[in-house]
């Protein structure tokens, strides 16, 4: 089975930011797109208090998810 090396999510509005953080848990770089900038502003937010609520819980290290 050939891995996974590259990852685009188009669209960071609910789902799309989901998808994303979920694929980054597992190892994948990610890139994600909107045309909204608003919605991509929303969706690193997102993504960076679920990081921050998983490592308070120990489900994840805060190095686990890289924002870039």
């Not at 797109?33 to 960076?48: K, T």
């Amino acid at each position: 089975m050939s891995k996974l090396e590259n990852i685009a999510v188009i669209g960071a509005g609910m789902m799309g930011h989901g998808i994303a953080q979920i694929f980054a848990l597992h190892g994948h770089p990610v890139a994600l797109m909107d045309l909204q900038n608003s919605l991509l502003s929303q969706a690193i937010e997102n993504i960076q208090a679920n990081r921050s609520l998983m490592a308070q819980r120990g489900i994840v290290s805060s190095a686990e998810i890289s924002i870039r």
